[in-house]
T-cell receptor
Framework: TQLLEQSPQFLSIQEGENLTVYCNSSSVFSSLQWYRQEPGEGPVLLVTVVTGGEVKKLKRLTFQFGDARKDSSLHITAAQPGDTGLYLCAGMNRDDKIIFGKGTRLHILP | NAGVMQNPRHLVRRRGQEARLRCSPMKGHSHVYWYRQLPEEGLKFMVYLQKENIIDESGMPKERFSAEFPKEGPSILRIQQVVRGDSAAYFC???????????FGPGTRLTVT
């Protein structure tokens, strides 16, 4: 059974601080996605990473895919209250099945 | 290009009734996924369908739950004889297949009273 473990589960930090959340698995994925979910809404795709070692940047967000394509990280620089939300990582296997981690609930304090 | 549509957004059913959740994928998308989410938790995979075919239903309970994606019309997730434990948010996602990750709909929040 493929599993994605996200850490930390909860994170509350002050505005302006930096943070990193992690997504780890013992399985190899053909690609990995990061989503952000607001209360009462569906997840919104932030990024897809495909190549081992790949780094993608989205404004203050930096996403990295591990060399072995088993893990990923999301780094946020100078966090803002608008970054508050649930961040979900999801791995896609060769059969196009997508498995989600349980998410990191991020709260940025103004 | 409209996104993934789900209806109803909220559904209340009494124990023992049937719940039908509908999902219209994005235009050109032939792959549909259904996920279930309990409060404060991540998304749990239920089923993956392509037009007229169930590809993977390993996350679907063997009883009372069924899903279809007909040649014409939306994908339907059907829950028969609902119980209180079925109360959750059910999300549908669609993708064009191997060329891209899925996009999610806004979800249907099912409450069983």
């Amino acid at each position: 059974t493929q599993l994605l473990e996200q850490s930390p589960q909860f994170l509350s930090i002050q505005e302006g601080e930096n943070l990193t959340v992690y997504c780890n698995s013992s399985s190899v994925f053909s690609s990995l996605q990061w989503y952000r979910q607001e209360p009462g809404e569906g997840p919104v795709l932030l990024v897809t990473v495909v190549t081992g070692g790949e780094v993608k940047k989205l404004k203050r967000l930096t996403f990295q895919f591990g060399d072995a394509r088993k893990d990923s990280s999301l780094h946020i620089t100078a966090a803002q209250p608008g970054d508050t939300g649930l961040y979900l990582c999801a791995g896609m296997n060769r059969d196009d099945k997508i498995i989600f981690g349980k998410g990191t609930r991020l709260h940025i304090l103004p | 290009n409209a996104g993934v549509m789900q209806n109803p957004r909220h559904l209340v059913r009494r124990r023992g009734q049937e719940a039908r959740l509908r999902c219209s994928p994005m235009k050109g998308h032939s792959h549909v996924y259904w996920y279930r989410q309990l409060p404060e938790e991540g998304l749990k995979f239920m089923v993956y369908l392509q037009k007229e075919n169930i590809i993977d239903e390993s996350g679907m309970p063997k009883e009372r739950f069924s899903a279809e994606f007909p040649k014409e019309g939306p994908s339907i997730l059907r829950i028969q004889q609902v119980v209180r434990g079925d109360s959750a948010a059910y999300f549908c996602a669609s993708s064009p297949g191997t060329s891209g990750p899925p996009n999610f709909g806004p979800g249907t929040r099912l409450t069983v009273t």
